[in-house]
C-alpha cells in the first residue's frame, strides 16, 4: 500500500492550522528525499545497528508455548533496543532527518514516556536542545521515564489540560511547533498526526516488521500465522504489520486497551468502540460523544491511553486486513507476571496485552501453528503500577 | 450579495474606520451570559461578533480561551444552545456573526445540517481553524451553498499559498499576526506591514489580523495595515478574572470602547 497522498482510503489528511501547513510540505519534501538518499538511509541503518543494537531476536518463547499447549510463540524483542522499546526506531529516522533539515531544537509528546526517553537520548546523542511534553498523570505514573529524561538533559514539561495523559501532551506539543516551528523538529512518536507524519513512522518502524519476516524464514521456513501487536498510536504494530501486508495468509491481530472492560467507560478501545473524526490532524477512529467531544480514556498502560488511532490502522480495519481485539487491564497485568516468570522477561505494560490475547489465542491453535508477538517495550517503567500485586507484593 | 460581513465593512470603509471583530466563547460562565456580554459589545461599538463554539480539544488556542472552552463544556453547552443564542441576538441587531468552530464538531454535527442551521439562525461567516485549503473542499462548497463566508486563514508562514487560500473565498482574510496559538502577546514580532502587503497582492477582500492583539496600542500600530482588528483572549480574560457580573459589564465596556476609538 504506497501513500503519496496523505490518505489511507478515507483516513488520514491533514486537519491543522495554516501556520505549519508549509512546514509539513517542507517535511514531506524531505522525508521523500532523504529514504531515496543511499547515504540517509545507511546513515539510519548505522544507528539501527551500532547505537540501538538491532537486529533484535526474534525468540522462541519455549516455555510459554508449552504451558499454553497450542502454536508456536516467537517473541519479537524490540525491548532490546537501546532505551527499552521500539520508540528508538523512529525517532532515529526522525532526527536524522531533522538534523538534515538544519533544525536545532527538536520536541515531542510521550505517555509512557518511552518515546521521550528515546528522542532525549538521540538529542543527547547529537547535540540538540530538546523538550518533552507529558500530562501530569503519566507524570506520575511514570516517574522512572521522567527521571531518566531529565538525566539526558531534557527539559519536561507537564501537561496539565484534559485528563492529563498522552492526548493532551500530543495537544500541547502541537501548539508548541506552531509557535515555534522555524526552528523546531516535531518528533512524533506514533503513527498518528497529520501527513506526512503516519507514513513517515510506519517507514521508520518497518524495520521490525521486516527482520521479523526473514527471521521467522529462516527459524520456520515459512511465514507465520499469526503477527500480533499492541496498539496506541499504532507504530508499534505497524511496523511489524506493514511487511506482511501483501502475505494474505498471516492473520494480523492489534491489540487494544479494553480497561475496565469495554461495557464500562473506562478503556481506550477505539476500534471497538470509536466512530470517524478528527484528532491531532488526521481523520481515523476516534473515542468521541455525539458532538464530538473526544472522551477520555483510561488504560493501566500510558502508551496506549490514547483516544484515536493512526489512520492506516483504521484504514486496515476497514478493508479487513487486520483485526483488532481488546484486552482488559487484569488480563494484561495476569500476562506481565506470567511472561515474567515462564521466560524471564518483563515486558512493558503496552506489550503485555499483546502478549495476554497470545496467551488467549495460542491454546485454541495446533502445534504447528506460528505466532509472533511484536515484545514493544520492556518493563522496567511499569514495575512500581504492580507492586500491590500479591505476586509481587513481599 | 447582503452578507452583513461585507455590507459592515463597505461601511466602514466609507467611514474611513476599521473594523473591530470581537471574540467570545459560547457558554462562558454560562449561556445567558454569553448573550448579555454580546449585547454589551455592540453597544459598546464591536462591529461584528465572532462565537467561539466550545471545544474538548481546541488545538489552535492558548491557555486562555482553552479554559474558557472547558468551563462552557462543563456547563453543558451544546451546539443547538448556540444555534438559540444566535437566533435571539438575530432578533434584535444585524451586526455580522461569525462561529470559530473546530472541524471535527461541524464534522459530526453533518457540515451541511451545521451550515443549514447556521445560516438560518442568522450566522453570517464561519472560521475553522484547523481545516487548511487542502481540506476544506466540501465545506466550502456547503458554506457557500447557504450564503455563509468560509474565512479563509492566512500565516506569516504562508508563502506560496495565499493565492490559493483567497481564490474565491469572501468576507474577509483572517491574518494570523504571528506563529504560535491564540493568546495574548506582548508584542507581535512579524514585520506586519511587508506581511498585509503580501496578503494583498492577491485580494481585494478586507484583510483582519487577529492573535495576541491585547491593547488599543496595539490595535494603533496595526490597523494602518489592514481593514479590521479581532481581538480573543483579551476580552475573555476579562470575563475570568471578573469576580461579579457587573464588574464584568463594565470592564467589557471600557474594554472594547478603548480599543473602538483608536480605529
Ligand atoms: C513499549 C511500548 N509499546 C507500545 C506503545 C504504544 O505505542 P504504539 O502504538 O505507537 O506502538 C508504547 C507507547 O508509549 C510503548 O512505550
Known amino acids: 500500500m504506497e501513500n503519496t497522498t496523505g490518505r489511507f482510503g478515507i483516513f488520514g489528511g491533514q486537519y491543522v492550522p495554516e501556520t505549519v501547513m508549509n512546514a509539513l510540505t517542507e517535511l514531506e519534501r524531505e522525508f521523500n528525499a532523504a529514504i531515496k538518499d543511499e547515504n540517509f538511509i545507511k546513515e539510519y541503518r548505522y ?21 499454553l499447549g497450542g502454536a508456536k510463540v516467537y517473541l519479537k524483542r524490540e525491548d532490546l533496543n537501546h532505551t527499552g522499546a521500539h520508540k528508538i526506531n523512529n525517532v532515529l529516522g526522525q532526527v536524522l532527518l531533522a538534523r538534515r533539515m538544519g ?27 530538546c523538550e518533552i511534553f507529558m500530562g501530569r498523570e503519566d507524570i506520575r505514573r511514570q516517574a522512572l521515564n521522567v527521571f531518566r529524561m531529565r538525566l539526558l538533559g531534557a527539559k519536561v514539561h507537564s501537561v496539565d489540560s484534559g485528563t492529563g495523559t498522552l492526548k493532551d501532551a500530543v495537544n500541547e506539543a502541537i501548539r508548541d511547533w506552531v509557535a515555534r516551528v522555524e526552528d523546531t523538529f516535531y518528533v512524533i512518536g506514533s503513527a498518528v498526526g497529520p501527513h506526512p507524519y503516519p507514513t513517515m513512522v510506519r517507514e521508520f518502524q518497518k524495520v521490525i516488521g521486516e527482520e521479523a519476516k526473514a527471521q521467522i524464514l529462516e527459524k520456520e521456513g515459512r511465514l507465520p500465522d499469526y503477527v500480533i501487536a499492541c496498539v496506541g498510536g499504532g507504530s508499534n504494530a505497524i511496523g511489524i504489520f506493514h511487511p506482511f501486508y501483501h502475505d494474505k495468509e498471516v492473520n494480523l491481530v492489534g ?46 498502560s500510558a502508551g496506549l491511553d490514547y483516544p484515536a488511532v493512526g489512520p492506516e490502522h483504521a484504514y486496515y480495519k476497514e478493508i479487513g486486513r487486520a483485526q483488532y481485539v481488546a484486552v482488559t487491564d487484569d488480563e494484561a497485568k495476569d500476562a506481565f507476571i506470567k511472561l515474567s516468570r515462564m521466560e524471564g522477561i518483563i515486558p512493558a505494560l503496552e506489550s503485555a496485552h499483546a502478549v495476554a490475547y497470545a496467551i ?26 504492580v507492586t500491590n500485586l500479591p505476586e509481587v507484593m513481599l | 450579495m447582503n452578507n452583513r460581513i461585507d455590507m459592515t465593512f463597505e461601511r ?80 434584535n441587531s444585524q451586526i455580522p456573526i461569525l462561529y470559530l468552530v473546530y472541524y471535527n464538531s461541524v464534522f459530526i454535527y453533518g457540515v451541511e445540517r451545521f451550515m443549514k442551521e447556521a445560516y438560518s439562525a442568522g450566522v453570517d461567516g464561519i472560521i475553522i481553524p484547523d481545516l487548511p485549503l487542502e481540506e476544506r473542499g466540501e465545506v466550502f462548497e456547503l458554506t457557500k451553498k447557504y450564503g455563509l463566508h468560509l474565512i479563509p ?83 475573555v480574560s476579562i470575563i475570568e478574572k471578573a469576580s461579579t457580573k457587573e464588574e464584568m459589564f463594565e470592564k467589557i465596556d471600557n474594554f472594547i470602547r478603548s480599543i473602538k476609538k483608536v480605529l
Open chain 1, 47 to 67: 544507528y539501527l545497528k551500532e547505537y540501538s543494537g538491532r537486529p533484535t531476536p526474534l525468540y522462541f518463547a519455549s516455555n510459554l508455548t508449552e504451558k
Open chain 1, 103 to 129: 533544525k536545532k531544537r527538536v520536541t515531542a509528546e510521550t505517555g509512557a514516556g518511552q518515546h521521550g526517553v528515546a528522542t532525549a537520548t538521540v538529542a543527547a546523542m547529537f547535540g540538540l536542545e
Open chain 1, 255 to 300: 491489540v487494544e486497551a479494553g480497561g475496565f472492560g469495554l461495557e464500562s467507560t473506562k478503556h481506550a478501545a477505539k476500534m471497538a468502540r470509536g466512530s470517524i473524526g478528527v484528532l491531532h490532524g488526521m481523520k481515523t477512529l476516534v473515542l468521541q460523544d455525539e458532538e464530538g467531544h473526544i472522551m477520555p480514556v483510561h488504560s493501566i
Open chain 1, 360 to 385: 488467549k489465542l495460542a491454546p485454541q491453535l495446533s502445534k504447528d501453528k506460528v505466532v509472533i508477538v511484536n515484545l514493544s517495550g520492556r518493563g522496567d517503567k511499569d514495575v512500581e503500577i
Open chain 2, 12 to 91: 466602514l470603509k466609507k467611514e474611513g474606520k476599521k473594523a473591530l471583530i470581537a471574540y467570545i466563547t459560547a457558554g462562558d460562565p454560562d449561556i445567558e451570559t454569553t448573550a448579555e456580554l454580546i449585547f454589551k459589545m455592540i453597544e459598546a461599538g464591536a462591529d461584528a461578533v465572532e462565537i467561539g463554539v466550545p471545544y474538548s480539544d481546541p488545538l489552535a488556542d492558548g491557555p486562555v480561551i482553552q479554559r474558557a472552552s472547558a468551563r462552557a463544556l462543563r456547563n453543558g453547552t451544546k451546539i443547538k444552545d448556540i444555534m438559540k443564542m444566535v437566533e435571539m441576538i438575530r432578533k
Open chain 2, 153 to 235: 486563514l492566512v500565516a506569516p508562514t504562508s508563502h506560496g499559498r495565499i493565492k490559493k487560500i483567497v481564490e474565491n473565498a469572501g468576507g474577509f482574510v483572517y491574518c494570523v499576526s504571528s506563529t504560535g496559538v491564540t493568546g495574548e502577546r506582548e508584542r507581535i514580532e512579524t514585520d506586519i506591514k511587508s506581511y498585509l502587503e503580501e496578503v494583498s497582492k492577491y485580494t481585494g477582500l478586507p484583510k483582519a489580523v487577529g492573535f495576541g492583539i491585547s491593547s488599543p496600542e496595539m490595535a494603533r500600530n496595526i490597523k494602518d495595515y489592514c481593514e479590521g482588528i479581532i481581538i480573543g483572549s483579551a476580552i
